[in-house]
């Protein structure tokens, strides 16, 4: 039976939970403990798949088709745990599941309500996988005092009251705002958080305080005072030059420690932060230094391609470069010629995306790399943006384009080059989907196998032909162009097992281009980053040699 970890957030929002949780889960690993991390959301969205970018950041992918919250990215880097479907959950989600039951009839005629219904929903969603790790690590999305978090509080109360005794703790992450006019730290919000959570029934074991100021002794001592918990157990949390620092620093605290003792566990196991240490290394003691340009359409917002951002720190760890990256907002290009904006750029990432704003300068992105030999890489939309460029400028086809933008604007204004996926194999059985089916969840979604070309460039990046990536896409290359294509030098080099999918094309007689029409970033990890990004970031690295 797991051991839980309840982390709740107080004061404000984006405080670090999922940064603290995901850190956590890396100190418990590196004591010799298994972990699975969990994230539950109070939003009403069943997930976040149907929201923009600049709502909720990154839609994270997990292998088995989930689009889950951003913070999961964070479990995954920091752990190299996959998350899986259970890993994440709204309260949409768990009341759509509680009204489908009641509409079958599996409440036998009972008033449904929160208490016990709602609440039963959520424990039942925890304690999955309970008996597979030796630690749940559960965040709760929002802060304390949040209306729609309220259930959630409850539940998790409800949790560890019918667990064995101490088999369950709550940790809890405030704000200690500084007032320069008085040179004070401020521990009343902490205090007045700690009291609303005390007031739902939930007491914090551990208390990790925000703070862009070293926290006195006495300062520790007197939210401990005040908060009831050990002194060693208020643990500083401050602001740091790298996410990755994390782990090192929230050792040096003592927070792993606390949490240990919070559960009776002595002696601890001792820590093995190698791992931490070299990835340190390799991201502070960088030899040099590489300019990626990102063109893409959700660029102010960087929370929007939070994974795509971490790859490329990942590729120039594994290069010891720093990555310098500069977000450019595709439209730009619709109007101004892209060479004055991108020549002094060492190579070009194009993310994905959905819908026709800014697709046009993502198509001029692909083609000043094309010719300009810039390493390039396309992820999914940006593979799909290559391809046209291509089709347009190397093989005839002058308007060449993808029914997604038609279906925008109701009309047939393109050759669709790029065409919606009404039906497709997922394991063994087929997938169909139509226009007009609902947009949530209806996507080729989570993992699929891809075949690579033997003796290729990408297959020279991987070490291999055969792989699995992450999808989350609707519209597919059309295979009917690919002939013409490969006669022109664009070349289908990946492709699905049953050949009927092109999942990478790179371009022939160029330095690094490559599209794939994956998210290679939902995979990549500091100690472990994707080939495809450590390719990409050699190949600017070269590049950057030679300008």
């Known amino acids: 039976m797991a051991r839980y970890v309840f982390i709740t957030g107080g004061v404000v929002s984006s405080l670090g939970k999922g940064l603290a949780s ?28 149907t929201m923009s970018p600049f709502e909720h950041g990154e839609v994270f992918v ?49 008033t449904i309500q929160v208490i016990p219904h709602v609440t039963n929903e959520i424990k039942d969603w925890i304690a999955v996988g309970d008996d597979e790790v030796d630690f749940m690590l559960c965040e709760i999305g929002g802060t304390v005092g949040d209306i729609e978090g309220l259930p959630f509080f409850e539940a998790i109360r409800q ?37 609303e959570l005390r ?6 074991d551990v208390l990790v305080c925000r703070s862009e100021h070293p926290i006195p002794d006495k300062e ?31 050792h040096r605290v003592g927070l792993d420690q606390a949490v240990l003792d919070a559960f009776g566990i002595s002696p601890a196991p001792k820590p093995d932060m190698a791992r931490w240490e070299d990835v340190m290394d390799r991201l502070t003691h960088a030899e040099g230094e590489v300019r990626v340009a990102i063109v893409g359409k959700y660029v102010q917002l960087e929370d929007a391609y939070k994974s795509i951002a971490e790859a490329l720190t990942h590729g120039g760890m594994a290069n010891r470069v720093k990555v310098k990256a500069e977000w ?8 101004e010629d892209p060479g004055p904006h991108l020549e002094r750029f060492n190579a070009i990432l194009v993310p994905g995306g959905f819908g026709e704003r800014g697709t046009e300068g993502k198509i001029r992105a692909a083609q000043y790399a094309r010719e300009k030999g810039i390493p390039y890489l396309g992820i999914c939309l940006g593979m799909q943006m290559a391809v046209i460029e291509a089709a347009r400028n190397l093989a005839g086809v002058t308007n060449a384009g993808s029914e997604e933008f038609d279906h925008e604007a109701g009309g047939k204004r393109f050759t669709p080059v790029v065409y919606h996926l009404k039906e497709w194999v997922q394991g063994n059985h087929r997938v169909e989907r139509k226009v007009t089916d609902d947009k949530g969840g209806t996507m080729r979604l989570g993992a699929y196998s891809a075949v690579l070309r033997e003796g290729s460039k990408v297959a020279e990046v991987y070490g291999a032909t055969d792989i699995e990536e992450r999808h989350r896409h609707r519209y597919e290359v059309d295979i009917k162009y690919r002939e013409k294509l490969e006669t022109c030098g664009l070349e289908f080099t990946g492709m699905s097992p049953d050949g009927r999918l092109p999942e ?7 330095p690094w ?31 950057s040699r030679l300008v």
């Open 513 to 543: 281009f490559i599209g794939v029409q994956f998210h290679p970033e939902l995979k990549s990890k500091p100690f472990a980053p994707h080939p495809l990004f450590a390719g990409f970031v050699k190949a600017a690295k070269e590049q």
């Open 22 to 49: 995901a850190a956590l889960g890396a100190l418990l690993q590196a004591r010799g403990f298994s972990v699975r991390l969990r994230k539950l959301d109070p939003y009403l969205n069943v997930d976040p798949g």
């Open 199 to 204: 007031s739902i029934g939930l007491q914090p």
């Open 328 to 335: 450019i907002d595709a439209e730009i290009f619709e109007h």
């Open 159 to 195: 949790f560890a009251q019918e667990r064995p005794r101490g088999q369950c703790i709550f940790m809890h992450l405030t704000l200690l705002p500084y007032l320069a006019a008085s040179g004070e730290l401020k521990t009343k919000p902490t205090q007045h958080s700690v009291k």
């Open 62 to 110: 997990t292998d088995d088709g989930a689009e889950t919250d951003l913070d999961l990215g964070h479990y995954e880097r920091f752990t190299g745990v996959a998350c899986r479907k259970t890993d994440s959950v709204s309260s949409g989600r768990i009341y759509s599941n509680v009204l489908e039951k009641e509409r079958r009839g599996e409440y036998l005629g009972k």
């Open 504 to 510: 990478i094309v790179e371009v022939k007689d160029h």
């Open 220 to 250: 520790r001592a007197k939210i401990a005072l005040f908060c009831n918990v050990r002194p060693d157990s208020v643990i500083p949390a401050y602001d740091l030059k790298s996410i990755y620092e994390a782990p090192l620093a929230y």
